[in-house]
């Protein structure tokens, strides 16, 4: 069966230092992956997603950039943090034909 | 874009009582689709409708999509504890697979 993780689970960062989150997919082969955030009682905000290796479609112009060095893999960077970063992060999957997206367990990230 | 946004942005009802939510998009869409989220944790997908179909039942659960209106509903009967939860509608259109998610509606499901 197939499984998504992601690390860490939460993280307290200072403003201006450095981030990577970490999704990881088992089970599948050439999933479509998705990172989203979600602001404190807001909906769900589309970041990036990706369709094979090295390919980054990215969906808002903000301070996070996004990379897919392996097929199940797909990281979340930042190189310097601001504030308004601070949220749940949700990375997902999907089938390369399929529309249902599986998500794994989030990181909360807080930047003070 | 074909954003989805749900109603009422929070329910409270009593266990065994029916609830149902409601969503609405804007562009045209190829599915429309339904998740929960329980606090602090990621989604789980819990049905797709596809534009061709009217309805749509899951146990427990049944979805409505009426195009012409651009809208869906999420009906939970029955209701337990365990349904607290938020609740979202994503829908996708077009020849992607991304989705666009409402804000989603709170549910409370008092024992």
């Known amino acids: 069966s197939q499984t998504i993780h992601q690390w860490p689970a939460t993280l307290v960062q200072p403003v201006g230092s450095p981030l990577s989150l970490e999704c990881t997919v088992e089970?599948?082969?050439?999933?479509?992956l998705y990172w989203y955030r979600q602001a404190a009682g807001r909906g769900l905000q589309l970041l990036f997603y990706?369709?094979?290796?090295?390919?980054i479609s990215s969906e808002v112009p903000q301070n996070l950039s996004a990379s897919r060095p392996q097929d199940r893999q797909f990281i979340l960077s930042s190189k310097k943090l601001l504030l308004s970063d601070s949220g749940f992060y949700l990375c997902?999957?999907?089938?390369?034909?399929?529309?249902?997206?599986?998500f794994g367990p989030g990181t909360r990230l807080t930047v003070t | 874009s074909q954003q989805g946004e749900e109603d009422p942005q929070a329910l409270s009802i009593q266990e065994g009582e029916n609830a149902t939510m409601n969503c609405s998009y804007k562009?045209?869409?190829?599915?429309l689709q339904w998740y929960r989220q329980n606090s602090g944790r990621g989604l789980v997908h819990l049905i797709l409708i596809r534009s061709n179909e009217r309805e749509k039942h899951s146990g427990r659960l049944r979805v409505t999509l009426d195009t012409s209106k651009k809208s869906s509903s999420l009906l939970i009967t029955a209701s337990r504890a365990a349904d607290t939860a938020s609740y979202f509608c994503?829908?996708?259109?077009?020849?992607?697979?991304?989705?666009?998610f409402g804000k989603g509606t709170l549910l409370t499901v008092n024992p």
């Open positions: 997902a999957w999907s089938g390369t034909a399929a529309y249902e997206q599986y």
């Open positions: 089970g599948t082969s050439n999933p479509n």
């Open positions: 562009t045209s869409i190829n599915n």
């Open positions: 990706s369709v094979g290796i090295g390919q």
């Open positions: 994503g829908s996708t259109g077009g020849s992607n697979y991304k989705l666009t």
